[in-house]
């Protein structure tokens, strides 16, 4: 059930209006009974391994506690902590990285010359795996850290793992955020019902008018070798294209998980901060998808030794926490690969920084200048990109094969309408930069961090109503969906 | 309270611009009564004659008005899928009482098969349902009909609609939906001349019957129990066609289905003879009957209907002033074409869905006079400068629905003119030669094609603007023999 699907669109407001109508000492059952019954609409057995990682994260709490006071409780409790990750860590491993496993195996063996090993086993990956185990073994580790209490009523526990406006696709919360608001009540708040529903319409904006449609650019030219091999102007702008598709479909997706939980009365990490904006690749992870780079900070950067070790040994923690952090996002080289390039880049940031202080001091610059904010906005988005390609393609080859093509530039395809042949004409490339336009005026309202919502909400009720229903009309009419368009999963849905 | 109140107001305006928006965004096709049916007024439709292309080609309401008064009505969209016939008819029922239901069986044989299950069956299904406003009505009979796959889609055909808007397909239709009158012209009818010849068909004995495709049956029974649910007189038809054995055996078994539900059934395949059938000039191809074919077989029905239903005689009634309407432009449709009488071409343009144009010249120094007639019938249609000898003077006049549009005459300027109906442009341009240069230069264009009159004399234009096509186009020397040429 996709949020930009029908049945979402049934499902959401029925369990939002019997939600705020039972009794308020069983809602949260309510809405532990409705997420489940949203996960199990991809596949009902996969609500088994939901279960299985709830059970043994929930146990691991109590029993950590238990330890506590004991005589060799800390060791125990460490085994606890040891045994609740490796077995969750083994869930995500056989269901997301048995193959990649075994292809690595079976590469050795061929260079040992032993017979590779044969498996009938085929398993679809469950959606959101990589995201609820994380979340669960947050609670084991905040349990561990005595960051959280230990939550007793199993049910209430597996709500905070299963909550279905983050389920598949996060933010990815921690249990000290997002547990004791399972605990409390919540009553319908008009205003705040309200802001829910504009951020979730947002959302749509961003996933229906602009990321699906550079999808069907983006996914022609990497469908055909012969474009994307000499594409030039094609590739870089479908490299620029797929930098804005991931945001606007992740962006656009974590609006509406935010939306959703904010009408259910939750508050929710927000997930992006006007990445593009920022100053540097390392700065922009800091405001890209901010769950999980907090969750690797707090749960293998700091373990890891974080930034209180040799600067040597703290790169190569920031290495392994990116190629940890590309193995999350799949079982593949490519993702590897994206990990180790964007671990390599803000190392070598990392290290020119100091250099950079000096030429900045000496050429008196002004860093916060309209043009340098240009200029590094330009880096980020050309950097991110570029790393992109590896993310976007099926193997490492295509990926050179891309960037090798795309260095083959003829500006003069810029204005001879080829970009046009690619599934979008000129009025969609109207649509497209109207959407940008939109899309840069809402981040550049924030740039203070401010909510915009709040600003609209102090305008005069016509404006506040024409530009809902402005908003509602470019989803509706201008957003890329309907027959000949599945309902697009969202990128971030696959991991 | 004041929030709620304010929600309330906000949720009514989203509702009413989402509900305009389907209406400006579904296609609407000429042949597709349903969106025309809810401006027919209530009350005044005695018979429904429901079905696929075959009704909107092969029924023609007007003609059995003109035979016997019954005020008849085809609701029907191209490849009308069996399913959605029940739904049309329970929202036709909204506002209509009809005293019997006249059903084309077309599509639960053969035809229908391509249907089930598709995405032709969906798109044909939009086609059919879409101009149907969302209510429970709707949502409920969408919901429980099986062989509607893509019911969300169905139930908000902008999800399949607003791409027209992105695709720029949006016609003057979408955006003059609102206004206007909405009421078919003809009655659902489809008027076509096109002719294609074949051979009688040998059409097998009634005992020949052959299996009709899954599932067909059921929707076909369901529609019957929905009819008598309604107390509503059923009567199966087919049509003409030139068709296989097997087609022609699902036909019969058809026959034994309704003989069984004791539905009577008139198979127009079994009545060549009675109906004067010619298969060398009555189809329009091997399935639609062109206007002589559905002129044969609606003067049939006419009779049939007369003689063994109680159906009264409209005809005189003021209140159904609208098929006599109806039938005074099928007449200038089918008339015009081959009238060479130039005043019946002013006396048709009050026509409400008529468009005329005048173009009149003479030769420089040599007047003609116009016929008296000519003269008098187009002082009757509101054309007043029309001078009445012409030589070296030129004019023209344009009647749209009705009324005069525009007028001029002059001795010596070129004349032109030009005027919008719907998307098409019409471009007017009359004049006159010099002295020495000979006789007067007349042209209508439409859009890029057009006509011309190079001599003396008079040209007429007749336009449907339903159709959006031209009905005919005549020159008119006013010589001696009195000419009338009808331009091809």
């Keep these: ?495 | 309270m004041k929030k709620v109140l304010s929600a309330l107001c906000f949720l009514v305006i989203v509702i009413g611009l989402f509900h305009l928006s389907n209406v400006m965004l579904f296609e609407k096709q000429h042949f597709g009564t349903a969106k025309n049916i809810a401006h027919e007024e209530a009350e005044k439709i005695d018979v429904f004659f429901i079905g696929p292309s075959h009704i909107f080609y092969g029924i023609n309401p007007m003609t059995i008005w003109t035979e016997s008064g019954i005020a008849g009505y085809n609701l029907t969209t191209h490849q009308q899928p069996l399913w959605t016939s029940k739904l049309l008819l329970q929202y036709a029922l909204k506002h209509q009482h009809p005293k019997l239901i006249v059903f084309d069986v077309l599509m639960a044989t053969n035809f229908g098969r391509p249907l089930i299950g598709t995405d032709q069956g969906t798109n044909m299904t939009h086609l059919a349902l879409d101009p149907i406003p969302l209510s429970l009505q709707k949502i409920k009979g969408v919901l429980e009909t099986e062989s509607i796959i893509e019911k969300g889609e169905i139930l908000l055909p902008l999800i399949l609609n607003h791409s027209r808007l992105q695709q720029g397909l949006l016609t003057w239709d979408d955006f003059h939906f609102f206004s206007g009158d909405r009421s078919h012209p003809t009655k659902g009818y489809n008027y076509t001349e096109n002719t294609l010849s074949y051979d009688r068909p040998l059409v097998p004995d009634a005992d020949t019957v052959h299996e009709l495709p899954d599932g067909m049956e059921p929707v076909l029974i369901d529609f019957i129990q929905y009819c008598r649910g309604q107390d509503l007189p059923l009567l199966f038809i087919k049509t003409p066609l030139v068709g296989n054995e097997e087609l022609y055996g699902q036909i019969n078994l058809i026959g034994k289905i309704a003989e069984q539900y004791e539905v009577p059934f008139l198979d127009f395949n079994r009545l060549y003879d009675e109906i004067g059938m010619d298969f060398s000039v009555d189809l329009a191809d091997s399935g639609h009957l062109n206007v002589r074919g559905a002129e044969k077989v609606s003067a049939y029905l006419a009779g049939y209907l007369k003689s063994h239903y109680d159906l009264p005689d409209r005809r005189g009634d003021e209140a159904y002033a609208g098929w006599e309407q109806a039938a005074r432009h099928f007449k200038s449709l089918r008339e015009l074409p081959e009238s060479s009488d130039i005043a019946s071409f002013f006396t048709a343009a009050d026509d409400p869905n008529l468009l005329i144009t005048v173009e009149v010249g003479g030769k420089t120094g040599e007047p003609i006079l116009l016929p008296e007639e000519v003269l008098n019938a187009m002082h009757g249609a509101g054309l007043t400068r029309v001078p009445e000898s012409v030589g070296n003077r030129t004019y023209y006049g344009v009647i749209k629905g009705g009324k005069v549009l525009m007028e001029n005459d002059s001795s010596s300027e070129i004349l032109t003119d030009e005027f919008m109906v719907k998307d098409t442009r019409f471009a007017i341009r009359v004049s006159p030669k010099e002295p020495d240069g000979g006789s007067f230069l007349a042209a209508l264009y439409i859009d890029t094609g057009g006509y011309a009159l190079t001599d003396p004399g008079m040209m007429i234009a007749a336009y449907d603007m339903d159709r959006m096509e031209k009905i005919t186009a005549v020159r008119c020397a006013f010589d001696a023999a009195g000419t009338i040429e009808h331009i091809k």
């Design chain 1, 1 to 495: 059930m996709l949020f930009n699907s029908l049945h979402f669109l049934l499902f959401f407001p029925l369990v939002v209006g019997i939600y705020f109508v039972i009794p308020r000492k069983i809602r949260w059952c309510w809405l532990l009974a409705a997420s489940y019954y949203y996960y199990m609409s991809w596949n009902a057995k996969y609500a088994l391994l939901l279960a299985a990682s709830t059970l043994i994260t929930w146990l691991s709490g109590l029993l950590i506690v238990r330890c506590d006071g004991r005589p060799g409780g800390e060791k125990r409790k460490k085994w606890l902590v040891a045994v609740s990750f490796v077995s969750n860590l083994a869930l995500l491993f056989v269901f997301k990285y048995f193959h990649f496993g075994l292809s690595i195996l079976n590469r050795v063996l061929h260079v040992l010359h032993i017979s590779p090993v044969q498996t009938t086993f085929s398993v679809l990956l469950p959606v959101g795996i990589s995201f609820y185990i994380l979340q669960a073994l947050s609670y084991t580790m905040d349990v561990y850290r005595g960051a959280v209490k230990v939550e007793k009523n199993l049910f209430k526990y597996a709500l905070f793992v299963s909550f279905f406006p983050q389920l598949v696709a996060g933010p990815i919360e921690r249990s000290r955020d997002l547990l004791p608001q399972i605990l409390v009540p919540h009553d319908f708040d008009f205003d705040r019902v309200r802001r829910g529903l504009w951020l979730m319409l947002w959302g749509y904006f961003q996933k229906l008018v602009i990321a699906d449609r550079l999808a069907i650019f983006v996914n022609t030219v990497y469908g055909d070798p012969a474009v994307y091999l000499h594409g030039g102007v094609v590739n870089l702008t479908t490299m620029i294209f797929f930098a804005f598709q991931t945001y606007a479909d992740f962006a656009g997706y974590s609006n509406l998980a935010l939306g959703a939980a904010e009408v259910l009365g939750f508050r929710l990490t927000t997930n992006f901060v006007r990445p593009f904006f920022s100053v540097n690749i390392t700065e922009f992870w800091t405001r890209w998808h901010v769950s999980l780079s907090r969750w690797f900070v707090n749960y293998l950067y700091i373990p890891l030794g974080g930034n209180r070790v040799s600067p040597l040994r703290k790169y190569i923690n920031v290495m392994i926490v990116f190629l940890a952090s590309g193995l999350w996002h799949g079982a593949a080289w490519t993702f590897l690969a994206w990990g180790g390039l964007n671990g390599l880049i803000s190392i070598i940031e990392r290290l020119l920084t100091p250099l950079w202080r000096k030429f900045r001091a000496v050429l008196k610059f002004d860093d916060r200048s309209a043009l340098m904010k240009c200029v590094q906005s330009a880096y980020v988005i050309f950097m991110f990109g570029l790393v992109q390609v590896f993310f976007r393609s099926e193997s490492i080859a295509q990926a050179v094969d891309f960037i090798k093509g795309m260095c083959r530039l003829n500006p003069y395809d810029l204005f001879n309408g080829k970009l046009f042949g690619f599934g979008l004409d000129l009025a969609n490339f109207i649509i497209l930069a109207a959407a940008f336009v939109v899309l840069f005026a809402v981040a550049w309202n924030q740039r203070d961090g401010s909510s915009l919502r709040t600003k609209i909400e102090r305008q005069p009720l016509l404006l506040r109503w024409g530009l809902i229903i402005a908003d509602i009309a470019a989803v509706v009419f201008f957003g890329v969906y309907g027959p000949g368009f599945d309902a697009s999963q969202f990128i971030y849905f696959q991991f």
